[in-house]
């Protein structure tokens, strides 16, 4: 992407972190208070900043390969709702904070995406950004995808431009927190800091299990219950919880609690085919990303080795005691 000059807003927090404040010295106790204070402003004012000039880097992408990374992605399932159309939103999704619909991501110019830069739309699934400066909720879980590799978003990017448009209006959330833009805008200043993307985790790397569990599938997004901030409780990474919805299984490997009696072709065969080891089926949000959503990929369509990396890795997480309520 080509290094845009940095703004005013970003300058003073720069300026700010590297001279200290001259104050007098009655107030020399209250100093580091008042930076911090100020620190936290100025970084609410450079988010508040319109976004760079979008430019191409994202604009040429491998769409046959995208539908690969959206298939792995649960073929973006959550902008679908069962009778369609397909990525034209509507999808209710129920948390604490309220009810909040999922956007319509065709290439519709007027609804949906197709008037937005490959830049516009990189912003809005990596950085939480739209086009317009505002910043999504925390519904949207851009702060996962920050971490996708540029190469798989760019082809991600590609894939969802193959996707038939949609008139389908978008549909406002349903909360009671005020001043939404705001909050989010602060939400994401103290929750979701700037993460840089790898270069990229190509298949047969040693990290490739955890990039495609953390930053294209999200497994965590579902499977990680949340604190009351509606940030990610690490302490149960991956032990199930129950704030999309529906509860949602352990799969740590705990004997008692999660999958610890599965064995690696159980995993495979859960993700790929949605079968569990007790000849039952997945359901629910699980049976979405394995079979898709109003006729998007979904694991079942992934390449077979990005579900073993996926399986190899949620086997290794740390065991987790802990039954979802």
Same mark, same amino acid.
């Given at each position: 992407m080509k290094k845009s000059e940095p703004n005013r807003s970003e300058s003073m927090v720069k300026l700010l972190q590297r001279k200290p404040f001259h104050v007098p010295a009655e107030l020399s106790a209250s100093t580091g208070a008042f930076q911090f204070l100020c620190l936290f402003f100025l970084s609410i004012v450079a988010a508040c900043s319109a976004p760079p000039p979008a430019d191409d880097s994202f604009a040429h992408g491998d769409a046959e390969r995208g539908a690969k990374v959206a298939a792995l992605a649960g073929g973006c399932g959550c902008h679908?709702?069962?009778?369609?159309?397909?990525?034209?939103?509507?999808?209710?999704?129920?948390?604490?904070?309220?009810?909040?619909?999922?956007?319509?991501?065709?290439?519709?110019?007027? $609804?949906?995406?197709?008037?937005?830069?490959?830049?516009?739309? =990189?912003?809005?699934?990596? *950085? %939480?950004?739209?086009?317009? &400066?505002?910043?999504?909720?925390?519904?949207?879980?851009?702060?996962?995808?920050?971490?996708?590799?540029?190469?798989?978003?760019?082809d991600l990017i590609a894939w969802l431009r193959t996707v038939p448009p949609s008139d389908r209006p978008n549909q406002s959330a349903e909360s009671l927190i005020p001043a939404q833009r705001l909050v989010w805008r602060i939400w994401r200043v103290l929750f979701a800091g700037d993460r840089k993307p790898p270069q990229?985790?190509?298949?047969?790397?040693?990290?490739?299990?955890?990039?495609?569990?953390?930053?294209?599938?999200?497994?965590?997004?579902? $499977?990680?219950?949340?604190?009351?901030?509606?940030?990610?409780? =690490?302490?149960?990474?991956? *032990? %199930?919880?129950?704030?999309? &919805?529906e509860t949602v299984p352990n799969i740590t490997p705990d004997l008692q609690t999660g999958i610890g009696d599965w064995d690696l072709d159980d995993i495979?065969?859960?993700?790929?085919?949605?079968?569990?080891?007790?000849?039952?089926?997945?359901?629910?949000?699980?049976?979405?990303?394995?079979?898709?959503?109003?006729?998007?990929?979904?694991?079942?369509?992934?390449?077979?080795?990005?579900?073993?990396?996926?399986?190899?890795?949620?086997?290794?997480?740390?065991?987790?005691?802990?039954?979802?309520?």
């Amino acid at each position: 992407m080509k290094k845009s000059e940095p703004n005013r807003s970003e300058s003073m927090v720069k300026l700010l972190q590297r001279k200290p404040f001259h104050v007098p010295a009655e107030l020399s106790a209250s100093t580091g208070a008042f930076q911090f204070l100020c620190l936290f402003f100025l970084s609410i004012v450079a988010a508040c900043s319109a976004p760079p000039p979008a430019d191409d880097s994202f604009a040429h992408g491998d769409a046959e390969r995208g539908a690969k990374v959206a298939a792995l992605a649960g073929g973006c399932g959550c902008h679908s709702e069962k009778a369609g159309p397909q990525l034209a939103g509507g999808k209710a999704l129920v948390t604490p904070a309220g009810t909040f619909y999922s956007t319509n991501i065709t290439s519709d110019p007027v $609804h949906g995406v197709g008037a937005w830069s490959a830049y516009e739309i =990189e912003q809005a699934i990596r *950085a %939480g950004v739209l086009p317009d &400066g505002s910043v999504e909720s925390p519904a949207m879980p851009y702060y996962r995808y920050a971490g996708m590799s540029d190469r798989d978003v760019s082809d991600l990017i590609a894939w969802l431009r193959t996707v038939p448009p949609s008139d389908r209006p978008n549909q406002s959330a349903e909360s009671l927190i005020p001043a939404q833009r705001l909050v989010w805008r602060i939400w994401r200043v103290l929750f979701a800091g700037d993460r840089k993307p790898p270069q990229d985790v190509p298949p047969g790397h040693p990290d490739r299990g955890r990039y495609l569990t953390e930053h294209v599938a999200i497994c965590g997004d579902c $499977h990680t219950p949340r604190t009351i901030f509606g940030t990610a409780d =690490e302490s149960l990474y991956m *032990a %199930g919880g129950n704030d999309v &919805g529906e509860t949602v299984p352990n799969i740590t490997p705990d004997l008692q609690t999660g999958i610890g009696d599965w064995d690696l072709d159980d995993i495979v065969a859960s993700i790929e085919m949605g079968m569990l080891p007790n000849l039952d089926s997945v359901q629910g949000l699980m049976e979405d990303v394995v079979d898709g959503v109003a006729g998007g990929p979904g694991y079942g369509a992934a390449d077979p080795d990005d579900l073993l990396a996926i399986s190899q890795y949620i086997q290794s997480v740390p065991a987790i005691s802990h039954t979802p309520e």
